[in-house]
């Protein structure tokens, strides 16, 4: 029990030392801006903030599918030379219908579809998105299965969340919270943002970037679009439209970078945009095959650029101008660079809480802090004596051990965190009333002072490691299945049981060892 060696006395002090100067951030300002200057945040309900709940539309995400299975349709059936009539999507029956011109082409028609579509190279059988079935009268209908509508939304709203928080840390809001709620609802809390405007417009753009050509005969002035095109406005130009086809050429998804910047040759804001090698190998070949051709750039269903194709791009980089300032060009470039929503997002609900709640709520907790832990070391104080106030030492070096692992981790500190370290500060004398109990019961059945001590570290060891260790597996499982506020306190709180085994079994035993030592006292003061 007497045997720590230097090296070991070194750690539990060097561990001590370490975490008081990991706390001094909070305390004071970075002297110097290059220094890790690591702290502890505090949450929505502390500094006041924006609570955003959104909505995704999943429906957009079937029409969508829908749409790319009539795309897909209509340009089989014409590489098969297979005449049909009313193609079109059916949404309120998840599917794709048409009609032959000539029934008796039905087989080959169907061959045809379920080849482009992989039907029948599923890994199982029934594992197909879609369904290709015959109807009456030569017409046949791409459905699809319940599972693949189900499986698609899932993924839309995964996806949502990801780019939802792409674009807000893009933004430089710290710790935001960001988690799916019901079937199609995400909810975003903002810590510090009391004007949430600019985040709600960024979020409020699908930001879907894709590349098409014009069509060159058909005129938005002339009547309803033909097959495969559709008349999109320019967004600069109110009114004016652009007989744009529906393929894609060119998927923004394949952009790796975007940055706003300035034209050399006209000072005007641009956005510039680099793709990847599979985009830019696209870009290369669609722009060398039409030269002289205008290409139109489309973002969330509007024209904001159609230069005309003087050379062949080849370098995998391109240049969106339009009629950008500073902000909405940095702003354009931010939405690319996170990411197109699968989906469009609807604010539903909205909140934001004052900083004199958030003020409110600290001056709160910190008096219960305060009065948790005065009656804490009183207690201690009163009823063990020296080893009391040794307890309250490495009580006092707990909550700075705390709070430095929290800095470390940049934790954002809410009321449950602040609960929870209240109710690790009265954990914490727990184990240290073990070993003072223990120690009074070895010197009440006539054990020396130096046994007292050696039994009553040794055997309430397992006891305080055995009662620590299920409370940190019952934690862990409350921040892995948890949620916003209770996963902050589950942090909070295994932070404290790792903090509390070492303060007390390492900590106070070498501080009541250095006491021994020095005094060799006849007999304890238990």
Same mark, same amino acid.
């Given at each position: 029990?007497?045997?720590?060696?230097?090296?070991?006395?070194?750690?539990?002090?060097?561990?001590?030392?370490?975490?008081?100067?990991?706390?001094?951030?909070?305390?004071?300002?970075?002297?110097?801006?290059?220094?890790?200057?690591?702290?502890?945040?505090?949450?929505?309900?502390?500094?006041?903030?924006?609570?955003?709940?959104?909505?995704?539309?999943?429906?957009?995400?079937?029409?969508?599918?829908?749409?790319?299975?009539?795309?897909?349709?209509?340009?089989?059936?014409?590489?098969?030379?297979?005449?049909?009539?009313?193609? &079109?999507?059916? *949404? @309120? %029956?998840?599917? +794709?219908?048409?009609?032959?011109?000539?029934?008796?082409?039905? #087989?080959?028609? !169907? /061959?045809?579809?379920?080849?482009?579509?992989?039907?029948?190279? &599923?890994?199982? *059988? @029934? %594992?197909?998105? +879609?369904?290709?079935?015959?109807?009456?009268?030569?017409?046949? #209908?791409?459905? !699809? /299965?319940?599972?693949?509508?189900?499986?698609?939304?899932?993924? &839309?709203?995964?996806?949502?969340?990801?780019? +939802?928080?792409?674009?807000?840390?893009?933004?430089?809001?710290?710790?935001?919270?960001?988690?799916?709620?019901?079937?199609?609802?995400?909810?975003?809390?903002?810590?510090?943002?009391?004007?949430?405007?600019?985040?709600?417009?960024?979020?409020?753009?699908?930001?879907?970037?894709?590349?098409?050509?014009?069509?060159?005969?058909?005129?938005?002035?002339?009547?309803?679009?033909?097959?495969?095109?559709?008349?999109?406005?320019?967004?600069?130009?109110?009114?004016?439209?652009?007989?744009?086809?529906?393929?894609?050429?060119?998927?923004?998804?394949?952009?790796?970078?975007?940055?706003?910047?300035?034209?050399?040759?006209?000072?005007?804001?641009?956005?510039?945009?680099?793709?990847?090698?599979?985009?830019?190998?696209?870009?290369?070949?669609?722009?060398?095959?039409?030269?002289?051709?205008?290409?139109?750039?489309?973002?969330?269903?509007?024209?904001?650029?159609?230069?005309?194709?003087?050379?062949?791009?080849?370098?995998?980089?391109?240049?969106?101008?339009?009629?950008?300032?500073?902000?909405?060009?940095?702003?354009?470039?931010?939405?690319?660079?996170?990411?197109?929503?699968?989906?469009?997002?609807?604010?539903?609900?909205?909140?934001?809480?004052?900083?004199?709640?958030?003020?409110?709520?600290?001056?709160?907790?910190?008096?219960?802090?305060?009065?948790?832990?005065?009656?804490?070391?009183?207690?201690?104080?009163?009823?063990?004596?020296?080893?009391?106030?040794?307890?309250?030492?490495?009580?006092?070096?707990?909550?700075?051990?705390?709070?430095?692992?929290?800095?470390?981790?940049?934790?954002?500190?809410?009321?449950?965190?602040?609960?929870?370290?209240?109710?690790?500060?009265?954990?914490?004398?727990?184990?240290?009333?073990?070993?003072?109990?223990?120690?009074?019961?070895?010197?009440?059945?006539?054990?020396?002072?130096?046994?007292?001590?050696?039994?009553?570290?040794?055997?309430?060891?397992?006891?305080?490691?055995?009662?620590?260790?299920?409370?940190?597996?019952?934690?862990?499982?409350?921040?892995?299945?948890?949620?916003?506020?209770?996963?902050?306190?589950?942090?909070?709180?295994?932070?404290?049981?790792?903090?509390?085994?070492?303060?007390?079994?390492?900590?106070?035993?070498?501080?009541?060892?250095?006491?021994?030592?020095?005094?060799?006292?006849?007999?304890?003061?238990?």
């Amino acid at each position: 029990m007497l045997s720590f060696s230097r090296l070991k006395i070194t750690l539990i002090l060097g561990i001590c030392v370490l975490g008081a100067l990991l706390c001094l951030p909070n305390l004071v300002r970075a002297p110097a801006p290059w220094l890790p200057w690591r702290q502890v945040h505090l949450g929505l309900d502390l500094q006041g903030g924006s609570y955003l709940l959104l909505e995704v539309d999943t429906k957009a995400v079937l029409r969508e599918r829908l749409e790319g299975l009539v795309d897909t349709t209509r340009r089989t059936l014409l590489a098969a030379d297979i005449g049909y009539l009313r193609l &079109a999507a059916d *949404p @309120g %029956q998840n599917r +794709v219908v048409f009609r032959l011109r000539d029934p008796a082409q039905q #087989a080959p028609a !169907l /061959s045809a579809l379920r080849t482009a579509l992989g039907i029948g190279q &599923a890994s199982a *059988p @029934g %594992q197909e998105e +879609v369904s290709v079935a015959p109807g009456a009268t030569g017409e046949i #209908a791409l459905t !699809l /299965s319940p599972v693949a509508i189900t499986e698609r939304a899932n993924a &839309a709203i995964a996806q949502s969340i990801e780019i +939802v928080r792409r674009r807000i840390d893009e933004t430089g809001v710290l710790d935001p919270e960001i988690a799916r709620q019901g079937e199609d609802r995400i909810n975003v809390q903002l810590p510090g943002i009391s004007d949430p405007e600019r985040i709600k417009a960024l979020l409020g753009q699908t930001a879907k970037m894709t590349f098409h050509l014009l069509d060159a005969e058909a005129n938005p002035a002339a009547g309803p679009a033909p097959p495969g095109v559709e008349f999109l406005p320019l967004a600069d130009q109110p009114g004016a439209k652009l007989p744009v086809r529906k393929h894609v050429e060119v998927d923004g998804a394949s952009l790796t970078d975007a940055r706003a910047g300035q034209s050399p040759q006209t000072g005007d804001w641009v956005v510039n945009f680099t793709f990847d090698s599979v985009g830019a190998r696209r870009f290369a070949d669609i722009t060398r095959a039409n030269v002289g051709k205008p290409f139109a750039i489309v973002l969330d269903n509007k024209v904001i650029s159609a230069p005309v194709i003087r050379e062949p791009i080849t370098g995998g980089r391109g240049q969106i101008s339009g009629r950008f300032d500073a902000k909405t060009a940095t702003d354009l470039a931010l939405l690319l660079r996170a990411g197109a929503l699968p989906a469009p997002l609807t604010v539903v609900e909205e909140r934001s809480v004052g900083p004199e709640l958030g003020a409110d709520s600290i001056r709160a907790g910190a008096i219960a802090l305060a009065v948790g832990f005065v009656l804490v070391i009183a207690f201690m104080a009163v009823f063990y004596g020296l080893f009391g106030w040794i307890a309250n030492l490495a009580l006092v070096a707990n909550l700075i051990l705390m709070l430095a692992v929290l800095s470390l981790l940049q934790a954002t500190l809410t009321l449950p965190g602040m609960a929870g370290i209240l109710l690790t500060l009265g954990m914490a004398v727990d184990a240290n009333i073990l070993i003072n109990e223990r120690i009074r019961e070895e010197v009440k059945n006539g054990r020396t002072p130096l046994g007292a001590l050696e039994a009553g570290f040794s055997r309430a060891y397992s006891t305080i490691l055995d009662s620590n260790a299920t409370a940190l597996l019952a934690h862990v499982m409350l921040f892995v299945f948890g949620t916003g506020p209770v996963r902050g306190f589950a942090v909070t709180i295994t932070v404290g049981i790792v903090t509390t085994l070492f303060t007390a079994t390492l900590l106070a035993r070498l501080i009541t060892v250095r006491w021994y030592a020095a005094t060799r006292p006849a007999l304890l003061p238990v």
